[in-house]
């Protein structure tokens, strides 16, 4: 697997190569991002009722603020994304549209529903490949 051309990490951004659904349990990205001092995240990818839920949960359960790309993710069918954001709006973190997060990184947006953002925006790329090798868990 490959990470498609238009996303393909620049110079000094950090690419983790996962083995797990959740990206926290089979990495050191907790640890790079505390050490960068990342108290927030925004999150978005495929699918989104398994690798980026799994990834989001483990992150608010980590301590992070945690916000869930509504138009930034997508699953196989539209209800599963919907109750997917619906479960994970309710008790885990926030859900928001790009624009809105794009306003709120540009110094706009209602201050009064989202935490302030005052960390420095980084992206990190996953790989798959060694899920993808693995296969499915419990699959020979």
Known sequence: ARIV???EPG???LVVNKTTYGTFNSTGLNHALRSLGITSLVIGGVVT???VEATAR???DLGYEVVLLEDGCAAYSPEIHESTLLSFGSYFGRVRRTDEVLALLNGG???RS???VTATVSRISFSRRAM???GPPGSP
């Open 11 to 13: 110079p000094g951004e």
């Open 5 to 7: 051309a238009a996303l």
């Open 114 to 116: 989202s935490p302030p």
């Open 109 to 111: 947006g209602d201050s």
């Open 58 to 60: 483990d992150a608010a």
């Open 49 to 51: 009722n398994v690798c």
């Open 132 to 134: 993808r090798a693995a």
